[in-house]
């Protein structure tokens, strides 16, 4: 195995408690919902059958549920896909997204917030697994955060002095490296590039170490700047989302 998915696969398990307290708090799901989600799903997934990959605990899928998706979880960490398991009473699957055991074909669609910079040495791997367990004209959804800033500058700094994060995880690069392997067998259908100073205080509270406890008060400022700064053309967007379709053979 990866020597990079090994230590991942330490990490998640060893944070998997933190990460679910993190980003299933009421503040954080206030603000995927509002900044994150809603510009990324236009449409419903109503009776569509959707990988929910690189999953976690399911941070998302109580959202994909909403839709009308019928979900499935796929996730590297045993701990993860225990919880999973145990909140959602839905199938999960240990396995590495770049390498799963379901057929050809499978889904209607495939979710992923914020995984494929974790699996970076890997992508080429995880963007044909993607494209073969689709169905023909299947969509792929993703949000990643994004290289083309200064602030990844700061992001590099931290990841370093961290400890957290292996050397291969890094921000990407939308037109530079996402968008040349998807454009082999997909189709771009939409793109949106957002996050600021919410993203940063409230969407990444788990990197900075911000207690939830503080969430509550750090929220509601943190959201109205951000509404106000995305407006800002020259202010740095920190992260962009898309859907791409799978090309019909």
């Keep these: 195995m990866n020597k990079s998915l090994i230590d991942q696969i330490k990490r998640y398990d060893a944070e998997a408690g933190d990460h679910s307290k993190h980003y299933n708090d009421k503040y954080t799901q206030m603000y ?16 569509m059958y959707t990988l929910d990959a690189m999953c976690a605990s399911g941070i998302e899928t109580g959202f994909l549920i909403e839709l009308g998706a019928e979900v499935v979880g796929v996730d590297i960490s045993k701990k993860n ?3 999973y398991n145990k909140r959602w009473g839905k199938p999960c699957y240990l396995n590495s997204i770049h390498k799963t055991t379901f057929s050809d074909n499978s889904f209607d669609a495939v979710y992923i917030c914020g995984g494929l910079h974790h699996v970076l040495p890997l992508l080429k791997e995880t963007i044909s697994e993607i494209y073969r367990i689709l169905k023909p004209g299947g969509h792929f959804y993703f949000l990643e955060p994004n290289k083309d ?9 931290w990841y370093k002095i961290d400890g957290k994060f292996t050397e291969d995880e ?21 793109l949106n590039f957002g996050g600021n100073i919410a993203y940063i205080i409230i969407g990444q509270s788990l990197v900075l170490r911000i207690p939830n406890r503080y969430k509550k008060y750090l929220a ?3 959201f109205f700047l951000e509404r106000i700064f995305s407006k800002l053309p020259f202010m740095p967007k920190l992260f962009f989302s898309a859907v791409w379709k799978k090309n019909k053979l």
Excluded at 32 to 47: C, H, I, Q, V, Y
Excluded at 149 to 157: A, P
Excluded at 178 to 184: Q, R
């Design 32 to 47: 995927r919902n509002e900044f994150m989600r809603s510009p990324l799903f236009k449409d419903r997934l109503a009776g």
């Design 81 to 83: 896909v225990e919880e």
């Design 149 to 157: 800033t200064w602030v990844n500058l700061l992001r590099k700094i």
């Design 170 to 190: 890094e921000a990407i690069s939308y037109k530079n490296t996402l968008k040349p392997f998807l454009s082999l067998g997909f189709t771009e259908k939409s």
């Design 220 to 222: 509601p400022t943190s």
